[in-house]
């Protein structure tokens, strides 16, 4: 088939099916001329499908983004649209000539006939499906879609509510810059107007480039200086300190030895023999020493407390460690106090139920601090718990948070009937 041409009355009618709303595009009759520059030097006379399709991705090439190149996209399929139906030629003679796809092409002709004929929906769907050259719907032209749904040539390409047809193109701030690169370069390939568009975007982007790599060599450069002249420094300081000790002069350097008293010697205590008497000695010092550290034992469970608080200070119970003499500093202490530390990421809900806890177990404070006092780092429970209640107690608080369960042996005596538990809760 000869190539698809458009002459100066191909363009009339096209504009005049096009139905563009000049009045509204040229925004009240005020961009006029400007608008008919732009019709005349892209519609110029005698150009064939191919010329008008490479014109349209230029133009768009310039374009990139915004509302402008959404009507340029309209005036496109709607070239294609007006091919279709006023020229007689297939579907597949429209890609070839046009260079677009086959797919892409159906997908264009499908979504305008859709528009223009939406009762007509399911038939379009059908004979615009293409997925590939041996689809046999690739020779479909108008005039079979015209006598299969009696469909005639009498209506135009936008339909009367679309915005598209009467866009204030002439008003966007891109349009002068987007006519001025038209008849700078319409004459040229996309691929020149790119190579030349890239060597204009490095040119006007070196200088500020080769200011930055010349401020970041300037910064590395003062860096490495300032650290080689400190090492130069630092050198030199150490070659200027001295280190003075005290001196002293011995007046006889000879090894003087002295005669050994016998009743000295006999004074000397013998070293111990065995570990059950290095043990003895050592509970021996022990009892002299004034102040002792409290015995700590770490539990794993609250179900390792004694099973019987009242006679807690009189038995062992199954977690204590094994006393034996000397090892532990646990014999002086005649009362227990429970430790329990806890990390919480929200410390404010710990809180509230550690006091719904502390009002259910009759649980008093040790000393003149609130229990639940905020100090730095967390919350601080120094607390005395009722004996009958005590290991109820420590199990609903160690199921409020993971925590930590500690023993500690003391000297310091609780009341009669209670036992003295210590909080801290760590927030997170």
Request: charged share 30%; aromatic share 14%; hydrophobic share 40%.
């Amino acid at each position: 088939m000869e190539d698809i041409k458009f002459i100066g009355l191909d363009i009339q009618e096209y504009r005049r099916w096009l139905k563009l709303n000049i009045y509204s595009v040229t925004w009240k009759g005020k961009y006029t001329k400007e608008f008919e520059e732009f019709w005349s030097l892209f519609f110029s006379n005698k150009q064939n499908l191919a010329d008008v399709t490479k014109r349209f991705e230029f133009a768009k090439s310039i374009v990139k983004i915004g509302p402008l190149i959404s009507w340029l996209n309209f005036l496109m399929e709607r070239f294609f649209a007006y091919t279709f139906i006023y020229k007689k030629v297939s579907l597949l003679e429209l890609s070839r000539q046009s260079g677009i796809p086959v797919p892409k092409m159906a997908t264009i002709l499908r979504n305008f006939f859709l528009e223009a004929f939406p009762y007509f929906d399911e038939y379009f769907n059908n004979v615009f499906h293409v997925g590939n050259l041996a689809t046999h719907n690739l020779n479909l032209t108008f005039d079979k879609i015209a006598k299969e749904k009696k469909i005639s040539k009498d209506f135009y390409g936008p339909a009367d509510d679309d915005i598209l047809s009467s866009l204030e193109v002439t008003l966007f701030d891109e349009w002068p810059v987007f006519i001025k690169k038209l008849k700078k370069h319409l004459n040229i390939s996309i691929k020149e107007y790119k190579q030349a568009n890239a060597k204009k975007i490095i040119k006007n982007n070196i200088g500020p480039f080769l200011e930055v790599v010349a401020l970041l060599l300037l910064g590395y450069l003062l860096v490495m200086g300032t650290k080689n002249f400190n090492k130069w420094y630092e050198t030199i300081l150490i070659g200027k300190i001295e280190i003075f000790g005290p001196q002293k002069k011995w007046e006889d350097n000879k090894i003087l030895f002295k005669k050994v008293d016998m009743k000295e010697l006999a004074e000397l205590k013998a070293p111990a023999k065995n570990l059950e008497e290095i043990k003895g000695l050592e509970t021996q010092e022990a009892v002299d020493v004034e102040f002792e550290t409290e015995s700590e034992v770490i539990l794993t469970s609250w179900k390792a407390l004694p099973k019987d608080f009242n006679i807690t200070d009189l038995e062992q119970s199954e977690y204590e460690e094994v006393k034996t003499r000397g090892i532990r500093d646990t014999r002086y202490g005649s009362r227990k106090i429970f430790r329990i530390m806890m990390e919480s990421v929200h410390p404010e809900g710990t809180k509230k139920k550690l006091d719904d806890l502390l009002l259910k177990y009759q649980v008093t404070k040790v000393d003149n601090v609130k229990p639940g006092t905020y100090v730095p780092g967390g919350l601080y429970y120094n607390i005395f718990v009722p004996q009958e209640f005590l290991k109820e107690f420590l199990a609903q608080v160690m199921e409020v948070e993971e925590a930590t369960f500690y023993e500690t042996r003391t000297k310091i005596r609780n009341p009669p009937g209670k036992s003295r538990v210590f909080i801290w809760i760590k927030g997170l």
